[in-house]
């Protein structure tokens, strides 16, 4: 037997020796005990048998069982003894430290120190290429963070590679692509994951599940970076494996239409997005029902969707659904959003007095509650501001007017809106300037309160007029 193989078997042998369930033949080892459920008789047994012949299968044995009851820290300071036991039998470099090390590792609190140490001793005593270090490299590349542990993963793939083409390999490039993705190495994260999926395509397994996954993280990678085209050549895919995937299918298939729906939108193609949106909600009905957060944020989808392709009736009735059931206090971000939504398709289907309320209002709540939506907040102060200026049949005139008939104007939209403008006489009282104040900071404005003739001109830009009798508006 060659120098360089001898050792691989001693190991083997070492580790067949140190079993995980018996030592001894017959009814009378502890793990007769612990298989029958008596732990005090086993606990008892195994102390017998560290203490009265201290050695490394005792120790082991001990320890094993601690780690089976949960008693980790313990646990470890058996496997430690036995760890020290071996050192001093064989010295600090045997090959038969590995086994124990990676055992050590696994339940140890600081385990990356162990697998390094274990990693020396195997390249050491059985070279570079050894088998022993897979399993090890392993370890430390889901021990340790980017970017060392996309060192590790490498070393793993190139290991891996020397020993021909296999299915662990999708595995081992999809865990790399991920730890890239951690790392933010965005390009290289998406070559990985095109190796795995390659690689999981050739092989012809069944690996639809990986491949599937694969196919919507590529798909991810190409939306973030506007890449919409691309991506789509990743969805159908993915929607076809789904489809023909039988386990949980709606599960798996909603998500999926949903995302090549909203991927036709960014491309510029509603139109498109409208039969997989369909779907969607339809499958979303059969799984979930009628009340249920991801059936009303499809619902939204679909409103949205059909708002664009220009079908705006039936977006509003799906909008006014949708508010319906995230008229809760958890929701009240979305339901602002829902709201605003709901007064531009209002606005642009002509039912201006009822637009001016939902975007009033959801501009409020957005303004107050949702800091993280400042696009949403832009967005809806320039399409409230346009309609203010479409619905103020007074303004182009205000300029002719003096001070106390502007005033007089700006206290009488205050008070409809539910405001203490003060009373509509045109002269300047403290109540009107609190009121100004109050709906100034409900939009965000600067909250500079001046009852001057030019200021007042600027407010009623924001002030929506009184709507003519016979309108309705969404109070």
């Known amino acids: 037997m060659s120098p360089t193989v001898k050792p691989v078997y001693l190991f083997t042998l070492v580790l067949a020796c140190w079993p995980c369930q018996t030592t001894l033949a017959g009814e009378s080892t502890p793990w007769h005990f612990v298989r029958e459920e008596n732990p005090q008789q086993a606990e008892k047994l195994f102390l ?12 082991l044995d001990y320890g094993r069982y601690l780690n089976s009851r949960g008693e980790k820290e313990k646990a470890v300071a058996f496997l430690l003894r036995a760890l020290l036991a071996v050192e001093k039998e064989q010295g600090k470099e045997s090959h038969l430290l590995i086994g124990l090390l990676m055992e050590l590792a696994q339940i140890h609190s600081q385990p990356v120190p162990l697998l390094l140490r274990a990693v020396a001793l195997a390249e050491k005593n059985f070279g570079a290429d ?21 060192q590790w993963q490498q070393k793993l793939l190139a290991l891996q590679e020397k020993r021909g083409e296999s299915p662990e390999w999708i595995v081992q490039w999809s865990r790399l692509g991920d730890l890239l ?4 190495r965005y390009s290289e994260a998406m070559a990985a994951r095109e190796n795995a999926l390659a690689l999981a395509t050739r092989l012809q397994g069944p690996y639809h599940a990986l491949r599937l996954r694969l196919l919507q993280q590529l798909a991810g990678d190409y939306r973030k970076l506007h890449r919409h085209e691309e991506a789509m050549t990743y ?9 023909s995937m039988r386990d949980n299918q709606h599960a798996t298939l909603i998500p999926l239409l949903e995302e090549v729906a909203l991927c036709y939108g960014d491309m510029g193609e ?6 997989f949106l369909t779907r969607a909600l339809f499958l979303a009905e059969q799984q979930w029902g009628g009340e249920n957060e991801g059936f009303t944020r499809l619902q939204v989808a679909m409103a949205n969707n059909f708002h664009e392709v220009g079908n705006t009736p039936q977006a509003i009735l799906l909008y006014q659904r949708a508010l319906k059931f995230l008229n809760t206090e958890e929701n009240r971000v979305e339901y602002a959003k829902v709201q605003m939504a709901l007064g531009k398709a209002m606005a642009d289907e002509g039912m201006s007095w009822l637009a001016e309320g939902h975007l009033r209002r959801g501009l409020q709540v957005l303004i107050k509650e949702g800091k993280e939506s400042p696009g949403w907040i832009q967005q809806g102060r320039l399409t409230y501001g346009a309609l203010l200026v479409s619905l103020d049949h007074f303004l182009p005139f205000a300029t002719l007017w003096s001070e106390q008939e502007v005033l007089m104007e700006v206290q009488k939209r205050l008070n409809h809106l539910g405001l203490d403008g003060g009373t509509v006489n045109g002269k300047k009282q403290a109540v009107t300037k609190a009121a100004i104040r109050q709906w100034q900071q409900s939009l965000g404005l600067t909250a500079q309160v001046s009852l001057q003739r030019e200021s007042l001109l600027q407010l009623l830009h924001w002030l929506p007029s009184v709507p003519p009798i016979g309108c309705v508006s969404s109070e």
């Open 48 to 59: 017998q048998g560290t203490e009265q012949n201290v050695n490394v299968q005792s120790l």
């Open 235 to 243: 969805l159908l895919p993915a929607l076809a494996l789904a489809e």
């Open 130 to 150: 050894n088998p022993w270090l897979i399993p090890l490299y392993s370890q430390l590349a889901r021990q340790t963070v980017p970017p060392q542990a996309i």
């Open 270 to 275: 509603p139109a498109l997005a409208t039969p």
């Open 181 to 184: 993705q951690q790392g933010k």
